[in-house]
């Protein structure tokens, strides 16, 4: 596999190379008004995102005692809505190449808002089920479409900070959805309802609809090739071919190993806090939990801004590689501090911040792999193929955890195999960071 050659930046042209290295937030002065309102599109309809989806982690304990279910069944629920989500990244990204990434952004944002009101009405664990398989669709396609649309619209020069503050928007929803669920499961009297509640909260993202719809426009380079007919060949037959066929198998490895680490730990974390003493957990209530999880969500975000400058430092294979291996060694040790509240209070932040800072890499590593006739295909395989792998890791934690001689903390320890191997796999690429795309 060759190493491409890096353009000039052209997209946008009155940006220049002083401006994407200038320190602080010049550089986002220095955007267009669209290209900041892109930014931000994408930005909350990932915060949206994580909100919608993490609220079931954070509700897990209401909805086994309401429906009587036990560890296993939480998983595979949770396994579930990552499978459709998978199914869903790949679907919306043929459809952002084929009727644009705005328009495929906004179904999106629709399906997953609209789905979590239906969860808030399940009566059952079947019910509730389909409601989560069907918000997964809308979850996975998001990211798809988001990321293209950041990564067709900006320029190249800020690819890797402007992917960083979408990335970022994740903790965000994720601290949001931390805070409402200690609202509405803890303070507010709801009574046994409280999570029907919680989830009904999770459908005004639909809100972020109209106003996409007003300000958000289609990239050029996709117009581009859209008015050459391009957009109307079949992606697979382009990321399939001689010429891109490892890169795209490459891809999927690499996500696979980062999504079963990443789903493995941090589904089942809420789940640590909460689970009793005697069980290996914490023996926290969802408000007490929460504030072991925010400072985890803020090491986050942290996190995810930190990526894109030290990337363009540094080289983004090595930091990448550099923050898998910190989150390698620090599982096992977070686990084991899980009977010592303060030591776990102080390591959560370092625990989110390098679990989760890698994650701003993938938005313009994607990108940057493939043609823009089958960008958002290739994104959406490349993730979302990694995805339906990860898909099983909630599930085998959860049957982990219930063997006697294993444990929830054993379990969750597994997970830095997976962070090392793609902490290697990610040196079997070339360097594309910052190149045009083309």
């Known amino acids: 596999m060759s190493t491409p050659v890096a353009q000039p930046p052209t997209t946008g042209a009155a940006y220049s190379a002083a401006t994407a290295t200038s320190p602080g937030g010049f550089w986002l002065r220095s955007l267009t008004p669209l290209q900041r ?12 995102d994580a909100m919608d989806f993490l609220i079931y982690t954070l ?18 629920l949770g396994t579930i809505t990552l499978i459709t989500a998978a199914g869903g990244g790949l679907a919306f990204g043929v459809i952002a190449d084929r009727i644009g990434r705005v328009r495929a952004l906004n179904f999106t944002v629709l399906i997953y ?5 239906g969860a808030a009405t399940s009566q059952s664990v079947v019910q509730l089920a389909i409601w989560r398989a069907l918000l997964g669709i809308g979850m996975g396609g998001e990211w798809a479409c988001g990321g293209v649309l950041v990564s067709e619209t900006l320029p190249a020069a800020v690819r890797n ?3 960083s503050i979408m990335q970022s928007s994740w903790a965000v929803g994720a601290i949001l959805a931390a805070t409402l669920a200690g609202l509405f499961l803890d303070v507010l009297p709801l009574g046994a309802n409280a999570w029907r509640w919680l ?25 581009t090739r859209r008015d050459a007919g391009e957009t ?52 926290m209530t969802v408000v007490k939990s929460t504030g072991w999880l925010i400072p985890i969500q803020i090491g986050a975000f942290i996190g995810y801004l930190s990526f894109g400058p030290l990337a363009d430092r540094f080289g983004r294979r090595r930091v990448f590689a550099a923050f898998l291996t910190a989150a390698a060694l620090l599982v096992p040790v977070y686990g ?5 509240p303060t030591i776990l209070l102080l390591l959560s932040p370092v625990l989110g911040f390098a679990g989760h800072a890698y994650w701003s890499m993938m938005g313009p590593f994607l990108s940057e792999l493939f043609p823009t006739a089958a960008r958002a ?3 959406g395989l490349g993730y979302n193929s990694g995805r339906l792998f990860g898909a099983l890791a909630p599930y085998v934690i959860g049957v982990l955890a219930a063997l006697p001689r294993v444990g929830i903390v054993s379990a969750l320890v597994m997970t830095s195999a997976f962070y090392l191997g793609a902490a290697a796999l990610i040196f079997a690429f070339p360097d594309t960071s910052r190149m045009e795309l083309r």
């Not at 994408?42 to 915060?47: C, D």
Request: with cysteine.
């Open 37 to 48: 309102r892109t930014l931000f599109a994408a930005s909350f309809g990932w915060m949206f």
């Open 59 to 76: 509700a897990i304990s209401r909805l086994k005692a309401h429906f009587g279910f036990g560890d296993g069944t939480a998983g595979l």
């Open 113 to 117: 808002s609209a789905c979590s009101l």
């Open 161 to 163: 900070k402007a992917t």
């Open 199 to 223: 989830f009904a909260v999770g459908s005004l993202p639909a809100l972020l609809i109209i106003w996409i719809r007003r300000r958000v426009e289609e990239p050029a380079l996709w117009r």
């Open 232 to 283: 109307r060949t079949n992606p697979y037959r382009i990321l399939f071919s001689p010429s891109l066929r490892t890169r795209t198998l490459l891809a999927c490895a690499l996500t696979s190993l980062l999504q079963f680490a990443y789903w493995g730990l941090f589904f089942w974390l809420p789940n640590l806090l909460a689970r009793p003493v005697a069980q290996g957990g914490a023996g």
């Open 336 to 340: 084991r501090m899980v009977s010592h």
């Open 377 to 379: 295909s290739g994104q």
